[in-house]
């Protein structure tokens, strides 16, 4: 798919070398499903607050499984893809599952950024996070559009012209 993805046991190593030398990772995850400017002001805020951005992106099996039979809309290789675009993404990772606590457990990241649908207090990961000592960290402007206001815009506007 892209040399910014890489699977878990390449993302310990890395972020293992990236401790080495001192510098600060940051974590963040989603379906990034339509990807929009929401999306990118998240990342590039979450980037901003360390020296490397590990990206975990929703599997389509966990993104179903989050959002329903008719997600995703774009499938996990273009989503990857345009995501690995992103300069100040760094690294990317699929996962299967609906929370990133394994994640967290094995990377041990400096921070776990979340979007600003989320507050320190609703992150699904925070308990994990905590007991680790990693930062939660409320990345990017208060969040004004999503996936799935962008799909019923399209969707009012255009109907079934396709």
Do not use: W
Not at 21 to 49: M, P, T, W
Not at 78 to 92: N, S
Not at 125 to 149: C, D, F, H, M, W
Request: glycine residues 8%; contains cysteine.
């Amino acid at each position: 798919m892209t040399s910014k993805l890489v699977d878990l046991k390449t993302a310990v190593q890395i972020r293992e070398e990236l401790r080495r030398e001192g510098k600060r990772v940051v974590f963040a995850n989603g379906c990034f499903d339509v990807i929009h400017g929401g999306h990118v002001s998240y990342l590039q805020d979450a980037r901003a607050h360390g020296d490397a951005l590990i990206v975990a992106v929703n599997s389509d099996v966990s993104e179903r499984g989050l959002k329903g039979p008719t997600r995703p809309i774009y499938g996990e290789k273009d989503r990857v893809a345009i995501l690995a675009a992103i300069r100040f993404v760094d690294y990317l990772l699929l996962f299967d599952e609906p929370t990133v606590d394994h994640l967290l457990e094995a990377l041990r990241p400096d921070a776990h950024a979340k979007g600003t649908d989320y507050t320190k207090e609703t992150v699904p990961e925070r308990e994990v996070a905590e007991r680790l000592g990693i930062e939660v960290y409320i990345a990017g402007p208060p969040k004004e559009n999503s996936s799935k206001t962008v799909i019923a815009t399209v969707l009012e506007r255009y109907g079934d012209e396709g």
